[in-house]
């Protein structure tokens, strides 16, 4: 029996979405988002990518302590509840009918508009029968993915790194407290907690070496630097909910992310660029493994490092 | 069936909850759906013809395999909406510290009187 | 030579953003601003050496030379870099011109990874790639914008960083489909796959990434232009003049590159486009009108020239494509001159009132000039700049587009009226005086205005190689048409604008988020219709 198990996952994301749209509770949607997106994931998994399932099964971790962060103050300090409250008092009345049909029928409209001229499912495969032919030889690697984000569109991964380091240099400025400093004192709630040291004290090794791995193999299997260094950063999710985080470097290891990411853009200019692993792959095939390694790890560092930097911001600086 | 369906629903459910959401953080959220339904779109592009993972295909019939370049490109829009949100978050948190509140109405409405005090 | 020179193609965008990250972590204040100017003048040397390259012959690079469309391919023709050389220009006036100022070398780490991302929207051919440098420049145009602290629009910011993104997803989703019915990425291979296939496939496609251009463009009904205007007030002045005079032309340069893709295949959206650009050069017009803040003034004046723009490029000649395209050349330059002249305003002032500032000529002449050769040649006024590239940009016009083309340009007269005041009358108290760095680099700009506008036809005949000349009998018709529309500025502005401030319930303008997304839906639904 063929089980439809990709529709049956996709229905179930269609559903998660919904219901945020009619949901009101602050937490309920933050919640409700972190089931949608592992969903998302699952059915990234079952589209045959399981590269693209990790990364956003890791992203979206970190996404919800991003939200939650924002939204802890909502309901510890009483600021703003009373929009939730203005949203729930909303009175059956043509006026609140009206509001809600109208970008409804707006909505319906557009979507109908786009179905009529919608193109026939049908994907030509020319590069993906080129590029599953030839990134052996090309790039090297067993995993496609990898050597098309390291090898054939590095110039891409390029800027997708910047767009990172960039980020961790807006989240330190728009926020509202400018300096690089701590300023969170408080501890963890749990940090006494026998349990919890000994739970961590077993998990982060674990955590450690998953992230290594999927680093170390990323050409090889699925994962890659990035996965890798997303993997590694839940470490000091895990720490600072029983250890402070206060006594980590937090402005050398902003300077570090900086250089790493020189190294990410000089790396692939000295060996993609002037096409050195591509002569290389034919003389000394080794070369373009020891080039694809060294980029998954510069690669897992810089994540690392940034978005150490981005939660360490959150839950030290905009928490407080 | 037709997969991208699901992705075009999802597009516009979330463009739905754009115009209709009231708070910041929920515009955020739903930011991030429609991120997620292109990225979903894009992986069904990829998994017409076929839908094994790209890895060590020698072993495999070439015809079954999930075509690698949206999945690299997915990657890289993954790591560019993750960079993009979370400025936007440092952003709300700052104004949610500033305005007391997470609405955009309420929020326009003390920006708005805010700006004819100054001028 | 032309080998090297393509080679060196990347190194265009990284060796800009390698600098800014050094400069970032190790420099002082004193070293970032001398290699900031160092550098900046030997782009614009590059620069020019692949503008010359570019003449002769389209420049290509296959990143990582991998066989066929496996890679992402670079590509330098006339077009491409002749925007790179603009952006190095108007970066390295911009340098000089904040040459004194007290900024950190975050600035500089923002400038320069500004710098790069534009010049590789400039130089990419592929789609996939041109997303990723948009977000980059819309985070780092965010932070810019976010850049003083004390001044700064944080609500007005996350407007704009949060409509970037939505409309930035339209793009994505359309290159999606793009993707899955042509099987590319880059452009000129989807432009040979586009020729055998079915009208109907492309549809959906073209109407989702034009929909983001629009966005990115402020087309009518889009109003994504708003809230980047309204955070501009608390930026710095080469942040402000960066984003008017520049980051908006990437979505034209974009608008060309998909037209030359899809034109073909969509003839009649070039009417709709043409209808759409002359609403919103009104609508641009009327908003300026409504402004007292000179920075706002010029801002809303880029919504109406930059509809201009869009006209030649849909008016459909050859000539009126050159004439927008060199428009767009022109209009970078004026604009920054304007925007660094309204700086210098505000900082000796201390205001930025339209109708406060007096006195300008006996003050400061060297502003008031400046100001005054950028708005003569922004008017078109015979001799300057603006007048050679509107000349052509009408030029392959029916007769009623052309006069719709002079009623516009009276609305930008009447806009610039009000700027006259400044100049005369009694002198304001100044506050501080501004150093002569600053004066240098205005002036410049505003020379230049003169100068490209005195040697308008050799500079195209260079540039694009059209073979133009003017016919007495048609630059005395449009000088008289100028004189004509002068004057009539002169008496609307005296009889009406300056009694009656009737666009004042327009000032400060602005829509919630919720409706600037809907009138991104409602040109994507309208736009589909259409089609």
């Known amino acids: 029996m063929n089980i439809p198990i990709t529709e049956i996952a996709l229905s179930l994301w269609v559903v998660c979405a919904v219901l945020i749209v009619f949901t009101k509770k602050m937490y309920r949607i933050i919640i409700t988002f972190g089931v949608f997106s592992l969903i998302g994931a699952l059915s990234y998994l079952f589209l045959g990518s399981p590269d693209v399932a990790m990364a956003e099964a890791a992203v979206s971790a970190f996404v919800t302590i991003f939200f939650i962060v924002c939204i802890e103050r909502y309901y510890k300090f009483g600021m703003g509840l009373e929009d939730e409250q203005a949203e729930e008092k909303v009175k059956f009345s043509a006026k609140s009918v009206g509001r809600i049909l109208a970008p409804t029928g707006f909505c319906v409209g557009l979507f109908w508009l786009a179905m009529q001229h919608l193109p026939m499912d049908d994907a030509v495969t020319v590069l993906r029968d080129q590029y599953l032919a030839r990134f052996m030889y090309d790039v090297g690697g067993m995993n496609a993915v990898a050597s098309i984000v390291l090898g054939y569109r590095v110039y891409d991964t390029l800027f997708e790194a910047l767009l990172l380091v960039v980020s961790v240099v807006a989240v330190a400025h728009v926020s509202w407290y400018d300096k690089a400093e701590m300023i969170d004192r408080r501890h963890s709630e749990i940090k006494n907690s026998g349990v919890a040291r000994f739970t961590m004290r077993v998990v982060c090794p674990i955590i450690i070496i998953f992230g290594a791995y999927i680093i170390a193999n990323g050409h090889l299997t699925a994962g890659g630097g990035f996965q890798g260094g997303l993997a590694i950063a839940t470490f000091f999710i895990c720490r600072y909910l029983v250890y402070d985080i206060n006594d980590l470097p937090i402005a050398k290891v902003m300077r570090m992310e900086k250089l790493v990411f020189v190294n990410i853009t000089i790396l692939p200019v000295l060996a993609v660029f002037t096409g050195v692993t591509y002569f290389a792959t034919y003389i000394l095939p080794l070369t373009s493994d020891v080039y694809l390694v060294a980029m998954n790890i510069l690669i897992g560092f810089k994540v690392a490092c940034g978005f150490f930097v981005l939660f360490y911001r959150f839950v030290a600086i905009e928490r407080w | 069936m037709r997969l991208d369906i699901f992705t075009m629903v999802m597009f516009f459910v979330s463009f739905f909850g754009l115009i209709t959401s009231r708070t910041i953080i929920k515009s955020i959220v739903f930011i991030l759906i429609m991120q997620t339904s292109v990225v979903m779109f894009w992986l069904i592009v990829g998994n017409m013809h076929g839908s094994l993972p790209p890895i060590d295909v020698y072993n495999i019939d070439a015809e079954n395999i999930s075509d690698p370049l949206p999945q690299a490109l997915m990657l890289s829009a993954i790591v560019i909406g993750i960079s993009v949100i979370t400025v936007s978050i440092t952003m709300f948190n700052n104004l949610f510290r500033k305005y007391e509140t997470a609405s955009w109405d309420h929020m326009e409405k003390v920006y708005s009187n805010e700006g004819e005090g100054e001028q | 030579m032309i080998d090297l020179i393509s080679q060196l193609l990347p190194f265009f965008v990284i060796v800009p953003i390698i600098i800014a990250v050094f400069l970032y972590v190790f420099s002082s204040k ?138 930035m997803q339209f793009y994505l989703f359309g290159v999606g489909y793009l993707y899955m019915i042509t099987g590319a990425l880059d452009m000129v291979a989807i432009y040979y796959a586009t020729q055998e296939m079915d009208r ?90 409504a402004q007292k803040e000179i920075r706002l003034v010029l801002a809303y004046s880029t919504m109406a020239q930059v509809s201009l723009i869009m006209i030649g490029l849909n008016i459909g000649g050859l000539y009126s494509f050159t004439g927008a395209v060199f428009h767009i050349l022109n209009h970078a330059i004026f604009k920054v001159a304007l925007f660094m002249a309204a700086g210098m305003i505000a900082h000796r002032y201390g205001t930025g009132d339209i109708t406060k500032v007096r006195g300008l000529f006996r003050h400061s002449p060297v502003i008031a000039i400046s100001t005054a050769l950028a708005v003569l040649g922004m008017v078109g006024m015979p001799l300057f700049n603006g007048f050679v590239s509107k000349y052509f940009l009408a030029y392959d016009a029916p007769l009623y587009l052309e006069w719709i083309i002079n009623v516009i340009n009276l609305g930008t007269m009447l806009v610039f009226v009000r700027f006259s005041a400044m100049f005369f009358g009694r002198p304001n108290a100044v506050i501080s005086e501004s150093d002569s760095a600053r004066q240098i680099s205005t002036f410049v700009m505003g020379a230049a205005c003169l100068v490209i506008g005195v040697g308008g036809v050799w500079i195209m005949r260079f540039l694009f190689g059209l073979d133009v000349e003017f016919t007495a009998a048609e630059v005395a018709e449009k000088c008289a048409i100028f004189l ?48």
């Open chain 3, 30 to 167: 004193q070293m970032a601003r001398k290699v900031a100017i160092l550098f900046q003048a030997a782009f614009v040397v590059f620069a020019f050496l692949l503008l010359r390259q570019s003449l002769e012959g389209e420049l290509l690079l296959n990143v990582g030379q991998y066989a066929g469309f496996l890679g992402i391919i670079l590509r330098a023709d006339y077009l491409a870099a002749i925007f790179v050389l603009l952006t190095s220009v108007i970066f390295l006036m911009l340098a000089i011109y904040s040459l004194n100022n007290d900024n950190t070398s975050l600035y500089w780490f923002l400038i320069f990874i500004l710098e790069g991302a534009i010049v590789g929207l400039f130089l990419t051919r592929d789609f996939f790639n041109f997303f990723v440098l948009v977000e980059v420049s819309t985070v780092v145009v965010t932070i810019l914008l976010m850049y003083d602290v004390k001044r700064r629009n944080m609500f007005t910011g996350i407007k704009f960083v949060m409509i970037n993104i939505v409309a």
């Open chain 3, 200 to 289: 109907a496939q492309l549809v959906l496609p073209y109407v989702l990434v034009m929909t983001s251009i629009a966005a990115k463009t402020s087309m009518l009904p889009t109003l994504t232009f708003l809230p980047k205007v309204n955070s501009m007030l608390g930026a710095h002045t080469p942040v402000a003049a960066i984003i008017s005079g520049l980051q908006i032309k990437i979505g034209v340069y974009m608008f060309i590159r998909v037209q030359t893709v899809f034109g073909g295949v969509f003839p009649e959206a070039r009417q709709l486009f043409l209808v759409v650009a002359i609403v919103s050069a009104f609508a641009g017009v009327v908003l300026a009108l």
């Open chain 3, 484 to 531: 004509g529309s002068l004057v009539i500025a002169l008496l609307v502005y005296r009889l009406v604008l300056a009694k009656h401030e009737i666009f004042i319930r327009l000032r400060g303008f602005d829509l919630s988020f919720k409706m600037l997304c809907a009138s991104i839906g409602v040109f994507f639904g309208g736009f589909l219709l259409f089609l």
